[in-house]
């Protein structure tokens, strides 16, 4: 038997591939072969198409150089980079690609916003690049081959097809892009950690503080996602599902969807899937809601799994792409985080400017109707502590108040003490003009990154009260968020709570001052 020279720059990784697979020789006999092709093959151009998964099985090893453009799965960091820290030449602006923020924190996190666990997080351009990119395809036949590569210290993808067959991409250093992952893990390869919340059932999930109460059961997978920020203008980012792990390896075991592409190559969906919805026209000028879209592990588009879960994917969606844009949402099932760019950020309210706005209102001397006491918007600092002279609102209606514990009207079912509904219920009369309906207090809504608009904050949410402009409140609630495994409903941006109502916001009517 020849023993042939192996085309891979990687020594070690020779060494590896040098180990031998066991076949049936003529008389019966087992025999040995190099489970690796003597002349390493181009990776064809176009690289991950639709296929069937009856397509032929590639050679044993292919190069995948010469196509690592357009959407390539890219995986992410090492330990030491820390893309949050800032770290830049003095001398020159940093280039950020963007910013993610988590849906359902109004400015932070319960707990305040520590390190990689934030309700917000820019992306800048690294001092030094750390992307990756597809190299090196093998077919493995044996699980001891498997396991040993997914040990080396080089980027891999496995695709376990059955317990006798692997496929496995090895990746190689990218000097054109950035990598930045996204999981529930809190492993130092994890730039941004992100958690589900243990909130209501009408709510959306977000990020947990240092110290926050973590889901028993989470659904957010712990290598999530990554997003490869193109290095040059204009800095294209892209999203892949999926991350890499403390091993740099990227593991599809048997029960998760994968299948052979026309070409020979691989291509899978996580278990939970992650999902990108990309406006339907400019974010900031145009809201209107796309369609939600799955993302896979080599960054192709997909229409929606029957379930969450399923393992059948959905249809091959060509004519769209895994490019974020200005209000790109992505959902791990769990969390709902929003690209924006830094065009879009700049149509956005700085915290300055939300303070300011929120002195105007204040300046205004806004009064209750009926107590004719001056009422005022609590600091940007003040969260979930309601002050005594808050403003509050019949959501059904708009009209706003001061804080008054009468006005509950009688419900059909069973009454509260004294015959009126249960003051947890919230339904009262307004005095203003009779309309029933929930009477919540009002919070200004302090997550710029949030606003479609710096416009003056005139209109609030139903049923919990997050004011904000005009803009946003009608962006926000025309879009569906995802919910459970394959459930969507409109939801604050702020909070997360459902949004009720035939509009799901109001505007608001203040009493002004009777001099």
Request: glycine share 10%.
């Amino acid at each position: 038997m020849g023993w042939e020279m192996l085309s891979i720059r990687d020594d070690s990784l020779a060494t590896v591939l040098l180990s031998l697979t066991t076949s049936t020789g003529s008389r019966g006999h087992p025999r040995t072969e190099l489970a690796i092709n003597s002349e390493p093959q181009l990776w064809p151009v176009g690289m991950v198409l639709e296929g069937s998964s009856e397509a032929l099985c590639p050679p044993p090893s292919l190069e995948l150089r010469p196509s690592c453009n357009k959407s390539q799965p890219s995986p992410p960091l090492g330990s030491s980079s820390q893309p949050h820290d800032g770290v830049f030449p003095e001398d020159k602006e940093p280039v950020k690609y963007g910013e993610l923020v988590v849906l359902g924190h109004n400015g932070s996190l319960a707990n305040g916003d520590k390190g990689r666990r934030r309700s917000r997080l820019a992306l800048y351009k690294r001092p030094k690049a750390n992307g990756v990119k597809p190299d090196v395809i093998h077919n493995v036949s044996t699980p001891l081959v498997s396991k040993a590569l997914s040990n080396k210290s080089q980027h891999s993808i496995s695709y376990t097809l059955s317990r006798s067959h692997s496929v496995i991409v090895e990746y190689t250093h990218d000097t054109n892009t950035d990598m930045f992952q996204i999981g529930r893990s809190t492993e130092s390869m994890i730039d941004f950690v992100v958690t589900d919340t243990a909130g209501s059932s009408g709510q959306v999930g977000g990020a947990v503080g240092e110290g926050g109460g973590q889901s028993v059961q989470s659904t957010i997978s712990r290598y999530a996602c990554r997003i490869m920020c193109e290095r040059s203008a204009p800095y294209t980012a892209r999203i892949y599902a999926a991350g890499f792990d403390s091993s740099k390896n990227i593991f599809l075991g048997e029960r998760a969807a994968k299948w052979r592409t026309s070409d020979g190559l691989m291509d899978g969906l996580t278990t939970n899937g992650v999902l990108v919805m990309h406006p339907a026209g400019e974010f900031v000028s145009e809201p209107a809601p796309g369609v939600w879209r799955e993302i896979s592990v080599c960054g192709n588009v997909f229409a929606l799994r029957e379930t969450r879960s399923a393992q059948q994917r959905g249809k091959l969606v060509e004519n769209e792409s895994n490019t974020l844009q200005d209000g790109s949402l992505i959902d791990l099932c769990g969390a709902t985080l929003l690209w924006r760019t830094p065009p879009g950020l700049r149509h956005t309210p700085t915290l300055k400017q939300l303070e300011c706005l929120r002195q105007e209102l204040n300046a205004a001397r806004p009064q209750c109707p009926v107590g004719f006491n001056t009422l005022a918007f609590p600091s940007l600092a003040q969260r979930e502590i309601v002050d005594k002279k808050q403003p509050w609102v019949y959501v059904n209606c708009g009209h706003v108040h001061g804080y008054h514990n009468w006005g509950y009207r009688k419900e059909k079912g069973p009454p509260g003490p004294g015959g009126t509904a249960p003051a947890g219920t919230g339904e009262r009369e307004c005095p203003m003009c009779r309309r029933v309906g929930p009477y919540v207090p009002l919070w200004l809504g302090c997550e710029g990154g949030l606003y479609l608009d710096a416009g003056p904050p005139t209109h609030a949410f139903c049923p919990c009260g997050h004011v904000c402009s005009e803009k946003t409140v009608a962006g926000w609630s025309q879009i569906p968020l995802p919910h459970g495994t394959h459930a969507f409903h409109a939801a604050c941006p702020f909070c997360g709570t459902w949004l009720t109502g035939e509009q799901g916001h109001i505007k608001l009517i203040f009493q002004g001052p009777v001099d």
